[in-house]
């Protein structure tokens, strides 16, 4: 299991920065907009969505981007500033990046598709 210790790869000026910081969660506060964005989306193509098929896809996107995190943590590749973060850990990794980032970007782009289809490649056809 890596250790939780992302300033463990970051040098003593980084480190005192760092400390002087306030705590502001921008991972998840940045991603906001997108679930604003999606919301009309999501009612202009719920019906056309496999969601048995997106739930597949999102469960596979999200073990293999959990399995290639853990890796990437443990081996010091990836860091975070703890600062951004909202603070707790799943096996090293941000709590944020499986509750928020692996399920949400493959789902937006599934509906995103289903909404263009409807709205722009089918009504061009009816021209």
């Known amino acids: 299991m ?5 300033d463990k790869y970051v040098d003593e000026a980084e480190k005192e920065k760092r400390a002087g910081e306030k705590k502001w969660p921008a991972t ?7 679930f604003f964005i999606l919301l009309p989306m ?14 597949a896809m999102i469960f596979t996107f ?6 290639a995190e853990y890796f990437s943590v443990s081996r010091g590749h990836w860091v975070w500033n703890p600062n951004r973060t909202l603070g707790p850990t799943v096996f090293g990794i941000p709590i944020e990046e499986p509750l928020l980032y692996y399920w949400f970007p493959p789902l937006f782009m599934v ?5 263009l289809q409807k709205y722009v490649f ?3 056809k009816g021209r």
């Not at 890596?2 to 992302?6: A, H, K, L, V």
């Not at 999200?62 to 399995?67: D, G, I, R, S, V």
């Not at 509906?111 to 909404?115: A, E, F, I, P």
């Open 2 to 6: 890596p250790e939780n210790d992302p």
């Open 28 to 34: 998840v506060l940045l991603a906001a907009p997108f």
């Open 42 to 55: 999501w009612k202009a193509s719920r019906e056309r969505v496999n969601w048995k098929a997106a739930a």
């Open 62 to 67: 999200e073990l293999l981007m959990l399995l």
């Open 111 to 115: 509906v995103l598709l289903h909404t």
């Open 122 to 124: 089918e009504r061009g």
